[in-house]
């Protein structure tokens, strides 16, 4: 089983509004990472989770906070976004957070700010 | 500051030819090499990897060739199917340094019947 699984698939919501996506993954990876993706560019990482904790954190605005309850989960909390936050959020999994092992990506979740 | 560049957005071919996407990198520190598919409306899948000790790898249709010296790479696909028609990206990290993979702009295959 590789797949890496996301809800919702859409969402809608105000600027003043807190939601958050789902990321879910059974193969048992150590690694997990959000991207934002724009259309027509490349997948931008947000941060990655090795082990539960997070390790990287790209610069992102605190609008954005991820969470990782257990090794199969992972959440990004929403609040007070922008327009410009609008686009496909990635969640991908890897055995573990190093090069050399590759990355198993969800179906995304396509967002509007509206 | 693009570090790896695929400077073709998009490619037309037909079916049962050979399609060839190429990828161009600029940090000599890039040592591990992925290629994605997307469909739209999907995540990324997994395709095929190299790592700089080798300068070919195969799989099935799937053959990625590295130049190192040049800091190139290319996927070719033989026989092209329509189905392959989707956007492909290549990815490149540095196994020694950070986990982080740095994302090619893609390039759009279109596989024509």
């Known amino acids: 089983d590789t797949e890496v699984t996301q809800t919702p698939k859409h969402l809608v919501m105000g600027m003043t509004n807190k939601k958050s996506l789902k990321c879910e993954q059974h193969m048992g990876h150590r690694a997990m990472y959000w991207y934002k993706q724009k259309a027509k560019k490349p997948p931008e990482l947000m941060f990655v989770y090795s082990y539960e904790k997070l390790s990287i954190n790209e610069s992102v605005p605190s609008r954005f906070s991820p969470e990782c309850p257990n090794s199969s989960l992972l959440n990004l909390h929403l609040h007070a976004l922008q327009p410009e936050d609008s686009a496909l959020y990635l969640c991908?999994?890897?055995?573990?957070?190093?090069?050399?092992?590759?990355?198993?990506f969800g179906p995304g979740t396509r967002l509007t700010v509206t | 500051d693009q570090q790896v560049k695929q400077n073709s957005p998009s490619l037309s071919v037909q079916e049962g030819r050979i399609s060839i996407l190429n990828c161009d990198y600029t940090?000599?520190?890039?040592?591990?090499f992925l290629w994605y598919k997307k469909y739209p409306a999907e995540g990324p899948t997994f395709l095929i990897s190299i790592s700089s000790i080798k300068d070919k790898n195969e799989d099935g249709r799937f053959t990625v060739f590295l130049n190192k010296s040049a800091k190139h790479l290319s996927l070719h696909i033989v026989p092209s199917q329509p189905g392959d028609s989707a956007v492909y990206f290549c990815?490149?990290?540095?196994?020694?340094?950070?986990?982080?993979?740095?994302f090619g702009t893609g390039t759009r295959l279109k596989v024509l019947a």
């Open positions: 991908a999994s890897s055995q573990q957070a190093r090069a050399g092992y590759e990355q198993y």
């Open positions: 940090n000599s520190m890039f040592d591990y």
């Open positions: 990815a490149a990290s540095a196994l020694g340094g950070t986990y982080k993979y740095i």
